[in-house]
């Protein structure tokens, strides 16, 4: 049985070497080579390894690890996502609610983060949806127009 360091790493390899579009495949994978995994650990796994769906075409999708540092990068990763998979940015006081399409949002919460701008405090992701804490209510005001913008285009 490998530790969680052990099984995190194998997945790091394996979807550096392969296109694994699900959790579901990558259980399968890991159960092929022994490694005895559910879902629901393979689903904290990506999770805590803050692993992204990237587009391959033709509607399908792969796991990929998000190694994006560069601001300027990180900047043009971020309005790639927020055009192909943000559906809704909303705000109440200094909290913003963004939707994204299922399995989305961890990997928009991860470039958000990475920003490490001032005036956001933290993000929490789910499946889904993300909520971004700005420093204030003012901060939240300028960031939603900001996200609007980057979803619009």
Do not use: C, W
Not at 57 to 75: E, M, V
Not at 92 to 111: F, M, Q
């Amino acid at each position: 049985m490998l530790s969680k360091d052990q099984r995190h790493r194998r997945i790091q390899e394996i979807i550096a070497q392969d296109s694994i579009a699900t959790q579901a495949e990558l259980v399968e994978r890991l159960k092929s080579e022994g490694v005895v995994v559910t879902q629901a650990t393979v689903s904290r796994d990506i999770n805590e390894l803050r692993l992204v769906r990237l587009p391959v075409g033709k509607g399908r999708h792969r796991y990929s690890l998000a190694q994006i540092s560069h601001h300027d990068t990180t900047q043009a990763e971020l309005g790639r996502l927020f055009q192909n998979f943000v559906t809704d940015v909303d705000r109440g006081e200094n909290i913003l609610v963004i939707r994204t399409a299922d399995g989305h949002a961890t990997g928009v919460a991860l470039l958000l983060d990475r920003l490490r701008r001032d005036d956001i405090v933290g993000t929490i992701a789910g499946e889904d949806t993300i909520f971004l804490v700005a420093r204030s209510v003012q901060d939240g005001e300028v960031l939603m127009e900001e996200l609007n913008e980057l979803m619009l285009g």
